[in-house]
């Protein structure tokens, strides 16, 4: 794959798009807007990852409201009908956890989990975890981890989960290891990766790297995303600075070693190119193809040293190829969408999909475009009376067997809160 959309490309890109930026075949249909009573009880907010489980019914965690505002976790069924099935934030202190924001992920037997990033101890945040009943009509939510145990040397604010064998589309086994981040904490007080592995009815915790280590100019800091796992078990990431003196951040490598040790490989330092043109400060994690090749987004950089980029890199090590795929903002008003925040979709084809925050019109609610290698925007969110079509989309979507896109936005819809969303290309 080339880079793409260079010179004369940008000039097809503007004739190819609509005036309001949209694809004429993409049509939206918003599932849901939260906060349809006083209080948000439905919850609000959503900006994490959704699940889908096997009758079409959708999971998902909304960042704020429910009963105590710490946020919710909810199902919502194909005809639109939303259930929450835990509030967080139940005591005092929110020992059981306080604002997920990064959705949940389901096992094989149905359970679900995430992390909230913060309560519990030290408002460090907590991974929770939410069983079924035989007839699935009550949950019960337990947390299966509080971070901060110690001067918080085991991370602060945690990140999504990640499994192996996410990337294929399965379903976490319920006996394997999880895998997070956090922003803050461990040794350095910059982040850590970390694995939780279910052993005897509890969880057994693992710090495996502790970034800025052995300093900041050779490591990265601040991991903000999930990460993603290999079939061999190798866990890929980024963090949004550090990398070397030109804090743009980096992508990283986490290989397993004996006893449960990892080893640490720096695929790609950021801000490389003069005026960071390939990208800076990757907020969102990669994504992972069938033949390895790891693909994302930054939230700044490019061209003018402001707008988001989207890459392609292939791991081999210190000497992993990059590849600029786009440049976001590169038509005039930023009708192809500024700040990408959340990780790129692929499909069977291809295809990628993503989403930006903002950009797209003059209301700037963000655009959800696709890269096949060519960039489209295939829809500009706001682009209906005060944004009943929601605005500022930053979950990762989720792409079903037709081809149908479904994602969230955190603000927006009916009620102004955020929306559940299903785009038809």
Known sequence: ???????????????????????????????????????????????????RDASGNLFGAASAGGTNDGGAVFELTPDGTETVLANLCTKTNCPDGDSPENGVIMDTAGNLYGTAFHGGRNQAGVVFELVANAGRTAWTYKVIYRFCVVDCADGEGPNGLAY??????ALYDGTSPLYGTTIFGGANHLG????????????????????????????????????????????????????????????????????GAFAETILYRFCEETACHDGSNPFAGVTLDATGNLFGVTSSGGQSGENSTAFRLIPKGAHSKYSLLYTFCSVSGCAD???????????????????????GNDNGGGVLFSLAPQYHTLYTFCSQASCADGAQPVSPLLIDG???????TTGGGAHGQGTVYVLTP
């Open 164 to 169: 192996q064998g996410q990337a294929s589309g």
């Open 402 to 408: 037709s081809g149908d896109l479904t994602g969230t």
């Open 1 to 51: 794959m080339s880079i793409l959309l260079r010179g004369a490309g940008l000039a097809l890109l503007a004739a190819a798009m609509l005036p309001n930026g949209t694809a004429s075949a993409a049509t939206l249909t918003t599932l849901y807007s939260f906060c349809k009573t006083s209080g948000c009880p439905d919850g609000r907010q959503p900006d994490g990852r959704l699940v």
């Open 192 to 259: 850590v990766a970390f694995s939780l592995t279910p052993h005897r009815k509890k969880w057994k915790y693992k710090d495996i790297h502790d970034f800025c280590t052995p300093d900041c100019t050779t490591d990265g800091e601040m991991p903000e995303a999930e990460m993603t796992v290999d079939a061999a078990g190798n866990l890929f990431g980024t963090t949004a600075s550090g990398g070397d003196a030109n804090n743009g951040g980096t992508v990283f490598e986490l290989k397993p070693k004996r006893k």
């Open 337 to 359: 969408g500024s700040q990408s925040e959340s990780p790129l979709t692929l499909d069977a084809s291809g295809t990628l999909y993503g989403t930006t925050v903002g950009g």
